[in-house]
RNA sequence: CCCGGGGUAGAGCAGCCUGGUAGCUCGCAAGGCUCAUAACCUUGAGGUCGUUGGUUCAAAUCCAACCCCCGGAACCA
């Protein structure tokens, strides 16, 4: 019955920072996601890495004085250390330059080359004489030809809005140096979306767990028509193009020079951690990918939107009409910092080890999972961050566990129904709970988890069972079962978002659930008898307000 | 310019597809309770649903125009 879950997850960049917007937007809900289908008792394979390729590394080691090698060297074991201490629960996270990963791009080129989704194309390119190289058009700047606007871009005027093909800018000039460019013929492989808008159209028409915004957008791209687009460029920090392997009357000049560019390349990571996992696991990677039991779920910010709703697809339908396509594209929007945007340059960013380290891990689990920005932009505010701790996840959650738990102290609990009324809206929420990780609304998922706390303080509070300790213990335990009938509902609920937390609750009761139960509330009704309470702790600490001008004044505006 | 998203009480959001004079959480105020991390429970105050028009017996919800914010195959989740 079990089912294999592949979960993509967006390749950050080996030299970028993975501040708390990385988290919120696709770290977290992918984890929590994997952590959802593993306790239900599906096979998962959970895959990302660094990406080594693309400007921005090449950019980082310039400033840094050093190699793009050195950059990955440097910073990819922080990423990997990183995601450990979050509790990202990669089944593997690895990089794109390794000899694997190079060479399953190579053989995926050389596929849809074969297959024909490829063909190669002389265009003129801006070339930087004093760097000696070509420059990506958004790395020039010049005047527009239509509006005079002075600041307009190699390949769009910001002013105007009008796109700009390569010669069409005047005085053009390079946007780092200053300096003139000039118009420079080169010859790339251009892969053929035009002739994929066929197939990428039915295929979109067939699926069903996109987010409403999500197919919107991806069928604008479709109607306004796909173009072909260069997949090499004039680098020589990226993936070979495989030249011995190409047919004499394919091959380009000058291809020792060029790299298969970053978009084309990254997102076949998911394919080649796949075949590395399967090597290092003595799995067959193939069981994920040429499998019709099996779905495939990606998480990713909205920016990254287009290469998974269309590229990858495409891609994968150009190398083997029979692998398995995406699924469910679970893309976020964006997480602001404060109302801004977050930028490392500019100093607004809150470090994701910082916060752990600071906060711990399982509050900023929450609160980043409770402001998911799933339909619209969040926004994360350290007031918000501090009262949404304090009176949600503490006087609420934290609170109805740490009461129940009190006075549950030493009772030894007989087998036996909690009362049905309750059982029935423990019920409720639970199932609630698993439908929501199902579709991944992980922000309804947490606020089913609190709407069972506050279910919990309600009861409490009803039944004021510390007046009948002394005079009634029958009632009293009878009331004590109930609430620790709650606090299991807790546990199970609170292990995908929460493993810490979990773990805590655990050891405090002595009763563990290793697996989601077929029937949530028969096992949880077994359970009760076996909890025995022994030390009570509390799972958070509060958060004093002093912390919100603290971290604030560290954001420089 | 174009494509997509957003604009609803002090804050964060749901409702909009399938019209019927607004809902959730937090905050705030009052009361209750004391097992609990000044927590918990109850009640209440607070909104011309971005603007202007249109359709309709009736619009946050449908239509049109406009304004503001975010993203869009450089970098960036």
């Not at 080594?52 to 004085?65: H, L, M, R, S, Y």
């Amino acid at each position: 019955m079990a089912k294999k879950i592949f979960i993509g997850v967006a390749w950050p960049y080996v030299s970028g920072d993975i501040h708390i917007g990385h988290l919120a937007g696709y770290l977290l809900p992918a984890d929590i996601f994997a952590r959802f289908h593993r306790y239900i008792g599906n096979d998962v394979l959970m895959v990302s890495g660094s990406d080594c390729f693309g400007t921005p590394i090449t950019v980082e080691a310039d400033k840094q004085n050093t190699t793009p090698e050195e950059i990955v060297k440097k910073y990819h074991p922080k990423n990997v250390e990183l995601f450990k201490k979050l509790g990202i629960s990669f089944d593997l996270y690895t990089k794109t330059d390794t000899e694997n990963h190079k060479k399953v791009v190579q053989d995926f080129f050389i596929k849809a080359l074969e297959r024909e989704y490829i063909f190669k194309k002389k265009t003129d390119q801006y070339y930087s004489g004093s760097e000696k190289r070509f420059l990506p058009d958004r790395y020039v700047v010049g005047t527009c030809p239509r509006c005079g606007y002075e600041d307009a871009r190699g390949d769009q005027c910001d002013n105007c809005g009008s796109v700009l093909h390569p010669g069409e800018l005047k005085d053009a000039k390079g946007n780092l140096t200053g300096k003139p460019v000039t118009l420079k013929q080169t010859e790339h492989y251009f892969f053929n979306w035009p002739q994929l808008q066929k197939f990428l159209e039915k295929y979109i028409s067939k699926q069903k767990k996109w987010r409403p915004w999500v197919m919107n957008e991806t069928k604008g791209w479709l109607e306004k028509g796909l173009n072909a687009r260069a997949i090499t460029r004039d680098l020589d920090w990226g993936v070979e193009i495989p030249t011995d392997r190409i047919p004499e009357g394919m091959r380009i000049e000058g291809a020792e020079n060029k790299r298969i560019y970053v978009w084309f390349e990254a997102v076949i990571g998911y394919l080649s951690a796949s075949i590395e996992w399967s090597g290092k696991n003595n799995k067959d990677w193939k069981d994920f990918w040429y499998n019709e039991k099996v779905e495939h779920a990606y998480f990713m910010g909205k920016d990254n939107l287009v290469f998974h709703t269309l590229f990858w697809p495409g891609e994968l339908h150009a190398y083997d009409e029979k692998i398995h396509l995406p699924d469910s594209l679970i893309i976020n929007q964006f997480l602001n910092l404060e109302g801004n945007k977050f930028s490392r340059s500019r100093g607004i960013t809150i470090d994701s080890n910082y916060i752990v380290d600071a906060y711990g891990l399982d509050p900023v689990r929450f609160y980043l999972t409770l402001i998911n920005p799933e339909n619209a932009d969040a926004n994360f505010s350290w007031a918000d961050f501090v009262g949404k701790t304090n009176d949600l996840l503490i006087s609420n959650l934290g609170n109805f566990i740490n009461r129940t738990l009190t006075l549950a102290k030493g009772l030894k609990f007989d087998k036996g129904k909690p009362d049905s009324k309750l059982e029935q809206e423990v019920s409720e929420i639970i199932a609630m709970s698993k439908k929501h990780l199902e579709s991944a609304e992980f922000r309804k998922y947490v606020e089913s988890i609190l709407s069972l706390s506050q279910l919990g303080n309600k009861y409490l509070s009803e039944k004021e069972p510390w007046f009948l300790k002394e005079k009634n213990a029958i009632k009293f335990k009878e009331i004590m079962s109930n609430s620790i009938f709650m606090v299991l509902g807790l546990l199970l609920l609170v292990k995908p978002l929460m493993p810490e937390s979990a773990e805590k609750i655990e050891k405090m009761i002595g009763v563990e659930i290793g697996s989601w139960p077929k029937k949530e509330t028969d096992y949880l009704i077994k359970l009760i008898s076996e909890v025995r309470v022994g030390e009570v702790k509390h799972l958070f600490n509060k958060l004093e307000d002093e912390v919100i001008e603290k971290e604030r004044s560290k954001i420089k505006k």
